[in-house]
């Protein structure tokens, strides 16, 4: 098993930033990427980025790229997502997620966090 929590989640106003954290413990060998996702009120989970522990290839959703920054720390075992240019949008849940490759699809993804609320006001 994997476990995966999530903090740095907030409030901030459009235009501004927030960095979001995932904390992986347990048997984190067993995954080769961890991804971040988002659901939105009353809409379906989305994809926003993902990166491998290895090399750290990453991959971002068009709705972010240039304003989202995915990075890893493997001696601590944790994954950042770096959020900029906020816009109203981006207010959801934010999840990290453990999976076998790095994937924009979320079924590949076995282990998930509780999310973290990220709300962006005008």
């Known amino acids: 098993q994997v476990q995966l929590v999530e903090s740095g989640g907030g409030l901030v106003q459009a235009g501004g930033s927030l960095s979001l954290s995932c904390a992986a413990s347990g048997r984190t060998w067993r995954s080769a990427a961890v991804g971040w996702f988002r659901q939105a009120p009353g809409k379906e989970r989305e994809f926003v980025a993902a990166?491998?522990?290895?090399?750290?290839?990453?991959v971002y959703a068009d709705a972010v790229k240039g304003r989202f920054t995915i990075s890893r720390d493997n001696a601590r075992n944790m994954v950042y997502l770096q959020m900029s240019s906020l816009q109203n949008e981006d207010t959801a849940v934010y999840y990290c997620a453990a999976g076998a490759y790095i994937t924009t699809r979320d079924y590949v993804y076995d282990f998930w966090g509780q999310g973290t609320q990220v709300t962006v006001s005008s």
């Open positions: 990166i491998t522990w290895s090399v750290g290839n990453t």
